[in-house]
């Protein structure tokens, strides 16, 4: 009898051996993140993918089993931070919280912010509220990890349990740790969105696509968040072969961006092309136009631009609008200095203002005449850019 007991306690149900454990671990662990990422972010926050309601249910008991996640609540909080991202507001901006903060203790932000009654009522809006959500999973959530515990614990032994630690370790770390903390500090930027979001990597195997977390803000009902030829994202991988199977059905995904030539004023496709891609539009204009005067002005100055530091000069691509109050001074002052860019600043402040118009007809008159003096400026590559931009037009699907 004691036999049996120290087998069971060793080795679980299974007696399995350690390549039975770790191929467990990675399908359980990467259930967890297809969960998140597919039903809870793409599915249930931004509404750009559909799934199966058996499939939906599975990724919604899996959540409650590995993570006790409510989805009300993580669909409102996750909503809440993309309505006030980096603000003090946002339930886990690095920029208010400090890096350490939230990737560190990126699981108390959460359990802050979901005791927020009001914000759960007004973000939440929209998630499942059947008899299970309210009296199992809502009502219950500490018991989806009781089970999955058990689970373990019966298949493998004590080593279950350590299985079971460190799925409970998973979500919070790389999610409210990494993508959460990282994703807001660290990485590359394909969009000059109005946050700090970043890329943490072209090639996501583990987190299942939230790594492209700057190309997600840029573009937040996108079911898709690979928008580079060299990004990967293995969730979209998944949710196309859930399509293929009938168990998935693509609501929304990114519009690609055509250039039309030798348009002479923008119009109503330029409006639409903007509107949808205006902060490819940032992007395009820090990279045509602010990044060559930049390079212009270290040739007339016969130095590399020592006397301004990296950080700065890669803050002209917003404008100065992260840094602090001492560095945007700096950064002002520099620029002022220089005729020339003041005016590039100048008109990609204008810009970014009319990119963030709301009214159609004002957007087009103002980028009619924002062109026009673009183009009598005198400066190459800002009167290039307007030339470019007048004939911005979201591509045809083919």
């Not at 299942?208 to 979209?236: M, Q, V």
């Amino acid at each position: 009898m004691f036999d049996v007991v120290a087998d069971f306690l060793t080795g679980g149900l299974l007696q399995a051996g350690w390549a039975t454990h770790v191929v467990y671990f990675l399908i359980v662990t990467q259930l967890t993140i297809f969960s998140v990422t597919l039903y809870l972010h793409r599915s249930q926050a931004h509404r750009g993918v559909d799934f199966h309601p058996v499939l939906a249910h599975f990724f919604r008991f899996w959540s409650w089993a590995s993570t006790a996640m409510v989805t009300k609540e993580w669909v409102a909080i996750h909503r809440k931070h993309h309505a006030k991202c980096e603000t003090e507001e946002d339930p886990h901006s690095p920029q208010i919280y400090g890096i350490k903060k939230v990737l560190l203790d990126g699981v108390d932000l959460y359990r802050k912010a979901r005791r927020d009654d009001d914000a759960m009522e007004k973000y939440g809006h929209g998630t499942p509220d059947d008899w299970l959500e309210r009296n199992v999973y809502s009502r219950f959530p500490e018991l989806g990890p009781t089970f999955m515990l058990l689970l373990n614990f019966s298949l493998f032994g004590l080593w279950g349990v350590v299985i079971w630690a460190s799925q409970m370790i998973w979500i919070p770390f790389w999610a409210a740790g990494v993508v959460n903390g990282l994703g807001h500090w660290w990485g590359y930027r394909n969009f000059e969105s109005n946050d700090t979001s970043t890329n943490l990597t072209p090639w996501g195997f583990v987190i299942g696509g939230e790594e492209l977390h700057n190309n997600h803000h840029a573009f937040p009902s996108s079911s898709k968040f690979a928008l580079r030829k060299w990004e990967f994202d293995i969730g979209w991988a998944a949710i196309r072969l859930f399509q293929a199977v009938g168990m998935a059905k693509v609501l929304r995904v990114a519009p690609s961006l055509d250039v039309r030539p030798a348009v002479h004023l923008p119009d109503g496709e330029t409006i639409k092309a903007v509107i949808a891609h205006k902060f490819q539009v940032m992007t395009d204009y820090f990279r045509v136009v602010i990044a060559p005067t930049l390079h212009e002005e270290a040739m007339r100055a016969g130095n590399n631009l020592k006397d301004l530091p990296g950080r700065l000069r890669r803050a002209l691509s917003s404008g100065g609008r992260w840094l602090d109050h001492e560095g945007r001074e700096r950064l002002t002052q520099w620029v002022s200095a220089r005729p020339v860019m003041a005016t590039v600043m100048e008109y990609r402040n204008r810009l970014h203002e009319l990119t963030e118009t709301r009214n159609g007809e004002a957007m087009l008159e103002g980028l009619k005449q924002w062109c026009r003096e673009a183009e009598e400026s005198g400066i190459r590559a800002l009167g290039e850019f307007a030339s470019r931009l007048k004939g911005y037009q979201l591509a045809h699907a083919r």
